[in-house]
């Protein structure tokens, strides 16, 4: 039977760093020693507190099919973590539980976009708000940062953006792929131009919340002219090393949340039971527990500004959160290095995989093609021996 797929899957992108993490893969199963610094996964363990309530919660006979937005008790958890940890009032009712930050966004993007919408993406921005988007039948615009500006959008740039098709704006603090943290004052300045332009949605994905250093998170929402039109996702994967539970949440006006719900009986329901009941314990215990983790990827974020420091070409800003660093190496476009062409991040990128064996992801499906994108969230040694390999092939 002839292949009739639908135009929705084949306008659909692949993901940038699944796709890039199955390479290294490959290439590792075929005997290659990959040092893989594409994924953005903790590598430490879920601490143990937490596992214990999950191994708890199996005990207690949690298996049946848990509501579609989430248990009860979780979602209050939820809500007092928006008080103590944003400084934002969020209802239950206001609150959904997803399988993931992504399906949060997914369930967003589906229920407030329409064909002819205009998304705008301030980049660099994550590889899946512009195939949700489309999705959604929208249309993405993005707005260009440089890393002389730590890749941050100016109100300017917003305003020149904005069109009267404009539906929806994706902030991301702290940033993935550039570990940028937008302060107040620069959520103030944005907000003053958002004011101007009421039909225009704001997705604040701060799923890297917790994993900052010396810049607090503020949510966009706190400012009182946003918080009716602003939907606060976040989850548990990148702060508690629960990658692979599967938890995230939004906090949205009430109709949004009513709305997500509703997409979400359709799709997957409600989301594994037992990953809930060991949420609720993540999110009610002090954040402190959590701190030892975030100290240690400041440790290596800093080994490693030191380190790709010392290679010429590598153009570096100082990352402020999440454990990326996203150097510019455009510096090496249209050189010839191992006998390959380097005419973009992509070359670049492909370079270091197969001459290097570092696996990194090339920053054009971020939206900033003169950059790369390197994980830290890998152990000293590893991240040692890769900026070591890196050298030693643009020497």
């Known amino acids: 039977m002839k292949e009739q797929l639908s135009n929705r899957i084949t306008s659909l992108p692949a993901s940038a760093t699944l ?20 994924l953005g996964e903790p590598d430490f363990n879920t601490p143990d507190y937490i596992k214990e309530s999950a191994i708890k919660a199996i005990n207690d006979n949690y298996n049946s099919y848990s509501p579609v937005d989430g248990y009860a008790d979780l979602k209050e958890a939820i809500s007092l973590k928006f008080k103590r940890d944003n400084n934002l009032e969020y209802k239950p009712s206001q609150i959904v ?32 708000y512009t ?7 929208a249309t993405c615009k993005e707005i260009p940062s440089t890393i002389e500006n730590d890749f941050k959008i100016t109100p300017e ?5 904005i069109t009267p098709k404009t539906k929806m704006v994706f902030f991301n603090s702290p940033n993935n792929p550039s570990g940028t943290v937008y302060t107040e004052e620069d959520y103030k300045a944005l907000a003053a131009v958002l004011e101007k332009h009421p039909n225009i949605f704001i997705v604040s994905d701060e ?46 006006p009430e109709w949004i949340a ?24 993540a999110l009610t215990e002090p954040v402190s527990k959590i701190q030892y983790m975030v100290t240690e990827f400041e440790k290596r974020r800093n080994m490693m500004l030191e380190w790709l420091g010392e290679i010429e070409g590598f153009k570096l800003n100082v990352p402020k959160g999440a454990f990326y660093i996203f150097p510019d190496v455009s510096a090496f476009f249209g050189k010839e290095i191992k006998g390959k062409k380097i005419a973009t991040s992509s070359d670049f990128s ?6 290097a064996n570092v696996a990194t992801v ?17 152990s000293e040694a590893q991240l040692k021996e890769a900026v070591s390999r890196i050298k030693a092939i643009l020497a």
């Not at 009182?224 to 548990?236: A, E, H, K, Q, W």
């Open 19 to 38: 796709v890039m993490a199955a390479k290294a893969r490959e290439l590792k199963a075929a005997g290659k020693d990959i040092i893989s610094l594409s």
């Open 97 to 128: 539980v997803s399988t993931g930050a992504k399906q949060s966004l997914a369930n967003i993007t589906q229920v407030l976009l329409n064909p002819g919408d205009e998304v705008l993406l301030p980049a660099p921005y994550w590889v899946s």
């Open 131 to 137: 195939a949700q988007s489309i999705l959604g039948g």
């Open 157 to 161: 740039q917003l305003e020149a953006a």
């Open 207 to 252: 799923i890297y919340e917790h994993i900052n250093y010396g810049t607090p998170n503020f949510s966009i929402a706190c400012i009182p002219s946003m918080y009716d039109r602003t939907i606060t996702v976040n989850g548990l994967a990148k702060g508690f090393a629960m990658t692979g539970w599967r938890i995230g949440f939004i906090g949205a």
């Open 258 to 281: 009513k709305a997500c719900t509703k997409m979400q009986g359709q799709i997957t329901s409600g989301t594994n039971c037992i990953a809930q009941r060991a949420a609720i314990t």
């Open 350 to 355: 492909m370079l270091l995989l197969e001459e």
């Open 362 to 378: 090339s920053g054009e499906s971020f939206g900033a093609p003169n950059c790369i994108r390197i994980s830290y969230a890998a």
